[in-house]
């Protein structure tokens, strides 16, 4: 069956050729070989029933006509020849075997062949031919109607019995070959345009691909200025700083430092304030960096969440100078949760050192962790400076600082950081704020 169908389709082949011409090229040799099968079929019953005579030998006369043109056609690599062929003949012939009987009751209906004439136009050719084609169908409809038993040629009696097979066949056979050509014709033509649509879909995805790495690029363009000149601003400040208490070093050791420790002390702390923060800025935007061109690896394991938090908290509490502490609570019944542990750190511990960094002065941050039955929530709250509303939507932007923290040291690379690592474990981070009264932000995972 394959074989069969690897031949039909080499059948007027050209690279070139659409899929709906590959259809109708295949379609056309299909039924022209059928035709002419029945063509046989045909010139042996006519000569079962009527001995030999013009009806016995229209139907052979049929094949001898079709038959060449499938070969010419092929080698001309015109499949429209046969098309032309198949439907004269297929108009033509069954016209003259029905006149050589007489009357539509003599002939058994063989004029119902004819219609596979405009049936066949309107598949390989085009609409108006196919109009063309339909009017000849109705004028040897309406010869054979009016005028068809005064051309009874043959004379050929006919019994009932077998007038009923020849009905059956003539009715029959033709409707079955226009039902399974336009079957055929629109399976394959829904078939191709599922093929199309699926390629639609597939430049779709492909075009939403290119648009998003442009923004991206577009992005990280944006990106780049805002980074080169808000770093180069950052180091400005520590640089000064280390570079005036260097020259004031300078001073007090021409003057005899020794005599002063204290002083001393306190320009080489300064230099060393500076260059821890160059360091922390420099860090930051490392790991940005890194996050940014997809290098962070995400290396899930299963973690004690609760005994996680109680280690950072730890670790945060003891570098608090107003000896704050963080307030944990656990909602819900504690359990391990798959999470890349390396990431979680970085954003919580982000979160909780701005918690404290933002309320000076005021109550206990607090953390709290809430096991639901599908999500886990991360929450940490602070009664400190807030952020204004309008501010609000920038929040997660890289550099971004708001107008009410100048005052206190940072560089806006955090929160966009903690975002970023918590998306790695497929998390979302949200914040609820208020200037004045506090923030929340919450890490649902
Ligand atoms: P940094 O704290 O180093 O400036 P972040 O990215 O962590 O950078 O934060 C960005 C900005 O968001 C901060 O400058 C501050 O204006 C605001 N912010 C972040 N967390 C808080 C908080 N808990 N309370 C008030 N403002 C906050």
Known sequence: MNKLKILISK?????????????????ILIISICCSICGLVWSS?????????????LPIIFVFLVIPFIFISHFKSNYKILVYAQLTCITMVPAFIQWSLGSIHDSSFV?????????????????????????MFVIILGITSIAGPTFSMDGAKVTENARAIFYLMNIGVPSIVIFSATTYFLKNLIRQKERNFDLLQITKGKNEEIEKSLSKEKELGQLKTIFVSTVSHQFRTPLAVIQSNTELLEMLTNTGMKQDPEKYKKVTDRITEGISKMTDLMDEVLIFGKLNSGNIQYSPENLDLVEFCKI????FNSIQQDNRMIDFEIKGEARSVYLDSKS???ALGNLISNAFKYSQGKKNPKLIVSFGLKELKVTIKDYGIGIPKAEVPHLFHPFFRA??????????LGLSIAKEYVEINKGTLTVNTTEGIGSSFEIKI
């Open 11 to 27: 059948y007027c082949f050209n690279s070139l050729d659409s899929e709906e011409i590959k259809i109708a090229k295949s379609l």
């Open 45 to 57: 019953m006519y000569y079962f029933f009527f001995g030999f005579g013009l009806t016995t030998v």
């Open 111 to 135: 004029i119902a062949w004819c219609f596979l004439g405009p049936i066949g136009a309107l598949l390989f050719l085009n609409e108006k031919d196919a109009r063309i084609w339909l009017v």
């Open 312 to 315: 950072l908290i730890k670790q």
């Open 344 to 346: 979680l750190s970085h």
């Open 403 to 412: 107008n009410n923290a100048t005052e206190i040291k940072g560089t806006g």
